[in-house]
């Protein structure tokens, strides 16, 4: 079994590779900090890895990345590169959005459509999207970010639905947290109000809540009480209460 993670080279996506290799998937690891990557390398020691350097907010590494391994029959791909840019969208650089948007939707999208076509002739796979509590919500000062995982959640929900009609064996999830204990925040340049939960933990639920077939992973006791109440909330009042959240975040 193998197993493709992006982002792999800290926080969910390091901890979700570790947790893979013990479950005995060999391991392909791709982002952009070589070092990190090999040093994860060094670490795990029971499966065979492999790192590829890349940055994938560039359209034709995304292409290059699955012509290096097509022939590996992924098993599990890990949907896990991406940022947030925090900011009032006046304010925000347009190069620094296009980079996010090129990194949290153009490659998760280009890679879930190839590694897709693979498992679904298989006839087997699993398919791990990161998204976000966010991607429940709109997102003032924090738009760009909110807007991205929205379209992951909201992309991931219709193709689980289309393979489950088409009664195609290939699982797809989309992992929902909240707050994560994550160099997020410090890329982000924010920081969170509620205590973020534990990297390693939100790993291991994910793998395991895919394996089993969900298809919207929300750890935490606070993100599904919050997915509940949104529900009763219309989208001007969830707007304002939004905004008032994220003034409050910025360091």
């Known amino acids: 079994m193998t197993a493709l ?7 969910i996506g390091k901890d979700i590779a570790k947790y893979l290799a013990s479950k005995n998937y060999d391991l392909i690891l791709t982002a952009r900090r070589e070092d990190r990557l090999y040093e994860l390398k060094n670490e795990i020691k029971n499966v065979n890895v492999k790192v590829i350097p890349l940055d994938l907010s560039v359209e034709e590494n995304c292409f290059k990345l699955y012509e290096e391994t097509k022939n590996e029959n992924v098993d ?25 948007i090129n990194t949290n939707i153009k490659s998760l999208h280009i890679l879930t459509k190839l590694y897709l076509k693979d498992m679904a002739k298989r006839n087997r796979g ?18 760009s970010y909110y807007a991205s995982k929205n379209y992951v959640v909201r992309l991931t929900e219709a193709i689980h639905e289309e393979l489950r ?3 195609i064996n290939v699982g797809i999830s ?9 160099e997020f925040n410090k890329v982000a340049q924010v920081r969170f109000a509620v205590k973020g939960l534990d990297s390693e933990y939100v790993a291991k639920y994910a793998v395991d809540k895919t394996l089993k077939g969900k298809m919207v992973i929300t750890p935490g006791k606070l993100m599904k009480f919050t997915k509940f109440i949104q529900h009763f909330a219309g989208e001007k009042l969830l707007t304002r209460i939004s905004y008032n959240v994220q003034s409050k975040r910025q360091s």
């Not at 993670?5 to 926080?11: I, K």
């Not at 890990?78 to 190069?95: H, I, M, R, T």
């Open 174 to 182: 989309v992992l929902c947290p909240g707050p994560v204990k994550t």
């Open 126 to 143: 699993y398919i791990l999207n990161i998204g976000s509590a966010a991607g429940f919500l709109p997102g003032p000062t924090f738009s």
């Open 5 to 11: 993670v992006t982002g792999a080279s800290s926080g």
């Open 76 to 100: 599990f791909l890990v949907n896990n590169a991406g940022f947030g840019s925090y900011g009032k969208f006046l304010d925000v650089p347009l190069e620094r959005e296009l980079e996010l």
């Open 165 to 167: 009609r088409d009664k």
